[in-house]
């Protein structure tokens, strides 16, 4: 297994300097930046320039669930947060509210756009789902504010009905869906009777959907999980996508982190309907260079196929990872034994047929579809999507190591309508605790490495027998007075990167690598002091939640040139470089203020103790860093940067 070291030297090599480069090519150099020159500052100018929020003007859908009274309104943007749309935008909604329980009528789901959403630019898919999480909780047991972003169709579907925002307000009395429809005056909305829809999975739902709706639509569905809310908290909303709808394939996109699903089954709404003809402007010369930069350059390199330049996807982080014992194995405890390596691309593809696949319109290919490979060793039945998450925390974390079962549980997972982080990392946790105390073992007993239980134990927490384990790791630990090696922060479970390489975490605001970008440094640029890691944390990582407004996906890691012109040419917003950063570090500051709004306390913001006081010997390069001394004066570094932009936050 080791024959892979060479290569994966000459990968990781490779990834060193495609994430310096990318670094450089933000403007984010260490050093390079000003919080004073970021400070937030409106234009006198805008008006002139285009650039007056107030000049754009979105459509706000307000529904009140039991009364079904809905309010259509027109809503100029206050500042330009709201103008890039996104969580830019709820949260700003979400911050005027008080909400002390996820599931309370109070408390809204917003879903909504960015402002590139249905746009041309080539990756304009995003839809996001904001709520204050059942699952992000402070010690204060308030819930904390969440978002989660869904790719493929159905955000261009909303957006062409001539919705921006849908708020859903209150709590239906039966279940629901939701259909929205463009019509010849504006949006219409209509409510139908969800009942028949009940206990199907994620696709079976969207299947059915689709012989309704055969024309235009595209659905958004929350699982048995999301059915099951009170004993899951992390369900997630399965978006349709254009594959899954041509060819009848469990192929849904995912909004999985902080439980939107689940706060969407609270309010009763089994599916949202999104019909509409397609509405595609003239491609602009300008928008089809930057769509060629995104599709080839060096940004999407790492999700790219291999013989289209690429690195092979997320999935390749097993070449890069397991040669340095990076890999999460048995609960983030890497062995050193090499087995982590029988999930890596390089020892499963020659078992199956690997489609590299895409969401609607994109030509970056980041979709590892993972197919049965027939007699003659063409395409037979898909199995499931092969990402780095997924396979990882459901298998090698969980001591899994054969393909069969991993696809199985990740196929599993979707069809329950689950967030694969939360589910696997919480049930690597209770299998660790069955190792760690044989004679009170939780749950059936599962230990790593036992497929049937950890699937029993999959299916009961998607079905709601599980609620100890659907309610996530923090709750479950706390119960049961061992908390070191549940692996979470602000109770939302950690993603398959060591927490031992990655102190960043606890400083995201929406899910440990979606909302904070440092989950990849330490591979690539090995630097173990405290002040390299307090600068990446505040002038580097939350820059990540940029998309998150935009509407555009990560994976094309757009530098911010290139995102200010795609806005001009696009939507004629002229906006410079240097405010575009303002705009997203002052909505991933309001992120920190709400947090404390909500109670969390300076000590939440903190890694699994086990990290400080067990470090593992197994980790390489250059081995564990992050000491209790080490997070210690991290902290009052990084707090001492946010503590003052925080003083001075101005709604
Ligand atoms: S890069 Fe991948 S996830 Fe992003 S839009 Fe393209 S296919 Fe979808």
Redesign the pocket.
């Known amino acids: 297994m080791r024959q892979a070291g060479l290569a994966a030297q000459a990968m990781l090599s490779f990834v060193r300097s495609f994430i310096t480069d990318r670094i450089s090519a933000l403007g984010l150099l260490s050093g390079e930046v000003d919080c004073e020159v970021w400070r937030f500052q409106m234009r006198l100018s805008f008006q002139e320039t285009r650039n007056d929020p107030k000049a754009v003007v979105y459509t706000r859908c307000t529904i009140d669930l039991p009364s079904r009274d809905v309010r259509l309104e027109d809503v100029p943007c206050r500042n330009l947060e709201e103008v890039l749309g996104g969580f830019g935008r709820s949260f700003q909604i979400l911050g005027e509210r008080t909400i002390v329980n996820a599931f309370t009528p109070e408390n809204p789901l917003i879903v909504n756009t960015g402002i590139l959403t249905g746009s041309s630019v080539m990756?304009g898919?995003r839809t996001y789902f904001s709520a204050y999480s059942p699952l992000k909780v402070s010690a204060k047991g308030l819930p904390g504010a969440m978002w989660s972003a869904g790719?493929?169709k159905f955000g261009c579907k909303l957006r062409w009905t001539g919705v921006d925002e849908l708020i859903l307000e209150g709590r239906a009395s039966g279940p629901v869906m939701i259909v929205l429809r463009r019509g010849s005056e504006g949006p219409t909305v209509e409510f139908k009777p969800a009942d028949h829809l009940l206990g199907l999975s994620c696709h079976d739902k969207i299947m059915r959907l689709q012989k309704d709706y055969p024309q235009d639509a595209h659905f958004a569905v929350i699982g048995p999980a999301g059915e099951n809310y009170e004993a899951c908290y992390f369900a997630a909303v399965g978006l349709s996508t254009e594959n899954q709808l041509k060819s009848g394939d469990d192929k849904c996109r995912w909004a999985g982190r902080g439980g939107m699903g689940s706060v969407m089954g609270y309010k009763n709404v089994i599916a949202i309907v999104a019909q509409a003809p397609d509405q595609m402007g003239k491609l602009k010369p300008e928008i089809r260079d930057i769509n060629r930069e995104s599709a080839t350059g060096p940004g999407?390199r790492k999700?790219r196929e291999k013989d289209k330049g690429g690195l092979g996807g997320t999935w390749a982080h097993y070449e890069v990872f397991n040669p340095n014992n990076l890999l999460p194995q048995d609960n983030f405890r890497p062995k050193g034994d090499d087995k982590p390596w029988l999930m890596s691309r390089t020892v499963v593809e020659p078992q199956f047929f690997i489609k590299a696949e895409?969401?609607y319109r994109?030509g970056?290919?980041?979709?590892k579809n993972v197919y049965d490979k027939t007699a003659e060793g063409g395409r037979g039945r898909f199995r499931a999507k092969f990402d780095y998450e997924p396979v990882n925390l459901l298998s090698t974390n969980l001591g899994i190591h054969d393909p069969n079962q991993g696809a199985d549980l990740i196929s599993l997972v979707d069809r329950l309508g689950m967030d694969s982080i939360s589910v696997g990392t919480t049930i690597a946790y209770v299998l660790d605790y069955n190792e760690r105390h044989p004679e009170k073992p939780l749950f059936n007993g599962a230990r790593f490495g036992d497929f049937e239980r950890v699937k029993e134990l999959i299916e009961g927490t998607g079905r709601g027998r599980y609620p100890e384990i659907g309610r996530g790791v923090k709750r479950l630990s706390e119960r049961l007075g061992d908390t070191a090696y549940a692996m979470q922060c602000k109770g939302l479970e950690l993603p398959a990167y060591l927490p031992d390489t990655n102190p960043g975490y606890p400083w995201a605001i929406a899910g440990g690598h979606m909302s904070m970008a440092t989950h990849l440094l330490y591979p690539a640029e090995r630097d173990q002091s405290v002040d390299y890691w307090a600068k990446a944390i505040t002038q580097r990582g939350l820059f990540q939640v940029r998309d998150d407004m935009l509407g555009i996906?990560k994976?094309?890691i757009m530098s911010p040139d290139m995102a200010a012109q795609a806005l001009k040419h696009e939507v004629g917003l002229e906006i410079t470089t240097q405010e575009l950063l303002a705009t997203v570090r002052h909505a991933y500051i309001r992120g920190l203020w709400m947090e404390r709004k909500q109670g969390f306390e300076r000590s939440e913001y903190t890694l699994p103790s086990e990290v400080f006081d067990r470090p593992n010997s197994k980790l390489g390069l250059g081995g564990p860093f992050v000491t209790r001394e080490f997070f210690s004066a991290l902290s009052e570094k990084v707090w001492s940067v946010f503590d003052q932009e925080l003083v001075n936050f101005t709604l």
């Open positions: 990756t898919l790719s493929d999407s999700f895409s969401c994109c970056i290919n980041c979709h996906c994976f094309t």
